[in-house]
């Protein structure tokens, strides 16, 4: 293996700030550890210099590298200089454990009790309240923020960290911020000349008790962004004081360790952008001399040569998906006994998002004297974490990446490289506490062949969530809306044509009633409407558990070593008509038990995942109420009214039994496989419906449960009027 160190900070920098000396006013409540600690940080010495960009500018673009303290320091940076009394500091994360694990470690920063001054919100958690200042969310729950509060009034800032991932969400989030600043300073401006009017129409000074702004400047600087009031004729005059919303501007953040900073400025009104010299402790790098056959294979032989060859420190190990990492847990617990006897315990500990949050959580855990924890890491470690004890990263350079066809409809999955950012990025989870060491399990030379950054989300996904979101805030125009990088017109296209066959566009393509209903509801589309169908056919309680049932990837064991005896116990939960119906099944029995964990282990069901699915179902129930929907109701045993609903939800996932036994999909005419998890693997049914068709292998189907063939044209009869032809001869 040859060495190369860490590529030092960029050379281009705009602003390299000089050490300033700590301003009293900051950081009253913090104990000294923690003031040291961030004292010690690149970003500290510039805190002056960003806070004045900050102020001065409505966008700006931080690029500092991995570790150097933007996402946990900024915000406490403008809280402190006093510039969130009147608005919130949203920061937003491509995921929900890095939200969560943020908020955790700047909550103990800056001395809140965790979900007041500092908090976060993710999809089904919230540990935030009123008072919160500092909010760490996921950019998806911005988005459902902006549907409840279309100007973002609650917040000062909005910090879109890790923008380099280019999310969808992230994306679209781009583009609705833009518009959100650009009313919002509109809206200053009139205020402020509405104010001016009435003063000068006045012989004696301000009227303090009807007009006085909230700040002692009568009229703010762009720069300050103090706030002014808004003109709501709704209220009274003599309400009006208690009543009025202020309104200030509404100011941008975008921060990454490796963006293409001039991009981003560009496509935000040439916003400043600002980089930040410096990093914590250097990482050196190491690449495989030549290229290895089996990376699995590489990343196995490197980490036990870590183990045994190198000093203290843990290990994280960067796999493309759940497989890859429990198939390596495995290899690697085996070997555990025949360490020599002389080595430090070995602890394994995988991460990955369909793995339940108290799981995840695990990573973070302090690893006990003697023993080094090695963490198996999809890309949710790639970004923004800080894993107390990491020194040693290892990285196969795979993901898996998602893609979708927009002709066809079909999502695919698929292993591929990952990009030269990505790679910096998993580098620079080692090397935040101490020294830290990259093996990059590939050659120097493939690094030099990687894509530069990995291709936006929004270029590679289906639309319909998205675009459902940008209609219920209020942006019809979703062809003409301001992408960062426009999506392919087929792919919009395809997403309003599915929106309206579920219903939630009228002729028009706007909003329609049951579209806004459907937008309320943290789930995607085809979800939304199983939902709203489910309160026609009176089967609520059942829809909701199925749902909550598969947010959850795994919830059956099938451990290597007892196949048969983990196929036996499911059998036990086994429903003739497929999946959703065995899931029921599933439920029921573990709320007889009233989810004993012993039970779950002896049936080989996911515990944890199963105490996921119970919030989740918890958390859908209580949208349900709050929009007057009823979540008990419930259809007894007329199981059918179950797949009925679902199908109203997944009509363009049904597929038709052909004579040679395989099935073709009845949108795009596709032969699909049902999956070898699938309840139904291997049998012959009239129709089938499906959650999910992918691409990884061939084209498989999962979540597959059967229906009647003539329940498909009703479920969607706008979308079957006009393509009859798909239902070969209506058999
Ligand atoms: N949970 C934690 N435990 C221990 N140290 C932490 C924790 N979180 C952050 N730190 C320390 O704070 C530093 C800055 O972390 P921060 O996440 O703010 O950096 P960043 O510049 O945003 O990095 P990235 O670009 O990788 O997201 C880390 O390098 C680490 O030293």
Redesign the pocket.
Known sequence: MSTKEHPAQPSNETVTAAPQKPKKKWGPTLTPKHQTERQQ?P?YQARDAIVHAIKRNPTVIIV?E????????IPQFLLEADLAQFGAIAVTQPRRVAAT??AR?VAEEAGSRLGHRVGYTVRFDDMSCPATKIKYLTDGMLMREILADPLLHRYNYVILD?AHERTLRTDVLFGMLKQIQKERARMVQVNRAEWQKSHSDKPTGPDTTEKQLPDSDPAPTNGDNQATETNDTSVSTSDKRSKRKFVNELKIVVM??TLDAERFSEYFDHARILYVAGR?YPVRIFNAVEPQNDYLDAALVTSLQIHTEQGPGDILLFLSGQEEIESLEKLLLDQRSQLPPNSMDLLVCPIYAALPAAQQAKVFNPTPPNARKIILATNIAE??L?I?GIRYVVDTGVHKIRGYSSRIGIESLLVAPVSKSAAR?RA?RAG??AMGYCYRLYTEDTFDELEEDTVPEILRCNLAAATLQLKASGIDDVLGFDYMDRPPKVAMLRALEQLYALGALDDQGKLSKLGRWMAEFPLDPSYAKVLHASQELGCTTEVIDVIALFSIDTLFFMPFDKREEAAEARRKFMHGDGDHLTYLNLQKAYMEVKGDSSWCHDHFVNGRGMRHVQDVRKQIRQVCQRMGVNPNASCGTDFDKVLQCFIRGFFNHTALLQPDGSYKSVVGSQIVHIHPSSSLFGQRREAIFYNELIFTSKLYIRGVSAIQANWIPEAAPRYFQQKSHMLPSQS
Do not use: H, N, V, Y
């Open positions: 940080l970003i500092g991995t570790g150097s303290g933007k996402t946990t320091q694990s943020l470690r890790e990454s360790a914590q970004t923004s800080t107390p990025q620079g935040r506490e």
